[in-house]
């Protein structure tokens, strides 16, 4: 249960797109439909943001896009927005009822 | 509107005991499985544990087995985790989450502190 690898940060100016990978092996995220991204404030609960590599959950703006190639998972926030600033955190099913999530990524609005 | 509000966490020897629970409302809650998540100070997530919504199966991170507990009483519309022989690596916010059919956690609580130390 090795923790998925993700680029410790990620930067863009308003209105860029920036993408965060999520690494994995053929046991989590190569395997499995099933990768899930949470957006998260200093001090806040998570909240999810796209389920099933690329599904959105209500609420959610379209300009969040999810992805899956192998045994790598994206994240891609396009015309990014102040408040787009925050840390993101990938998870993917891993077998045997369990998850295993991302090491995180911190996103900077420049 | 969905809540999750956690309590029961605090200051926790290594090697005593602890126990944290989650009451759930707005939503049926026999009819969700339900998660712990962790964060230790400053880190990433970490999954610890989930229980089916009758609770007759559960299912563990390998840093917790053996160690923590996760139930249910769906009578009460309440979740727990039964934290014993913590370590200091245990220190983390405990988060507990709704995961409704599929593999994701829609509904978060806000956390509960728990932190081990002499």
């Known amino acids: 249960q090795s923790a998925l690898t993700q680029p410790r940060s990620v930067s863009g100016s308003p209105g860029q797109s920036v993408t965060i990978s999520c690494t994995g092996t053929?046991?989590?995220?190569?395997?499995?439909?099933?990768v899930s991204w949470y957006q998260q404030y200093p001090g806040k609960a998570p909240k999810l943001m796209i389920y099933?590599?690329?599904k959105w959950p209500s609420g959610v703006p379209a300009r969040f896009s999810g992805s899956k190639s192998g045994n790598t998972a994206s994240l891609t926030i396009s015309g990014l927005q102040a408040e787009d600033e925050a840390d993101y955190y990938c998870?993917?099913?891993?077998?045997?009822?369990?998850?295993?999530f991302g090491t995180g990524t911190k996103v900077t609005v420049l | 509107e969905v809540q999750l509000l956690e309590s029961g966490g605090g200051l926790v020897q290594p090697g005593g005991s602890l126990r944290l629970s989650c009451a759930a409302s707005?939503?049926?809650?026999?009819?969700?499985?339900m998660n712990w998540v962790r964060q230790a100070p400053g880190k990433g997530l970490e999954w610890v544990a989930s229980i089916t919504d009758t609770g007759f199966r559960t299912y563990y991170a390998d840093s917790v087995k053996g160690r923590f507990t996760i139930s249910r009483d769906n009578s009460k519309n309440t979740l727990y985790l039964q934290i014993n022989s913590p370590r200091a690596e245990d220190t983390a916010v405990y988060y507990c989450?709704?995961?409704?059919?599929?593999?994701?956690?829609?509904?978060w609580g806000q956390g509960t502190l728990v932190t081990v130390s002499s």
């Open positions: 989450a709704r995961r409704p059919a599929g593999e994701l956690l829609d509904y």
């Open positions: 053929s046991s989590d995220v190569g395997g499995y439909h099933y």
């Open positions: 707005g939503f049926p809650f026999i009819s969700y499985d």
């Open positions: 099933d590599v690329s």
């Open positions: 998870c993917s099913y891993a077998g045997n009822y369990t998850r295993v």
